[in-house]
């Protein structure tokens, strides 16, 4: 099966792995940029990636 891809954050190390997989498997990859609108984005796509991360979650108390 292949179809359309949105990646959420796919300038991160998950959405970065998974748009370069699912592109090799013959997908269209499609990437959502913050601050835009994610259900425009979303149309047309037949699986989408979560791989936001919230803003400053590298500062996390361990």
Do not use: C, E
């Amino acid at each position: 099966m292949t179809g359309t891809v949105l990646i959420l954050g796919g300038r991160g190390k998950i959405g970065r792995h998974s748009a370069k997989a699912f592109a090799a498997g013959g997908w269209t990859v499609r990437h959502y940029r913050r601050g835009t609108d994610m259900t425009q984005a979303a149309k047309g796509a037949d699986v989408i990636v979560n791989g936001l991360n919230p803003p400053h979650y590298h500062n996390w108390a361990v």
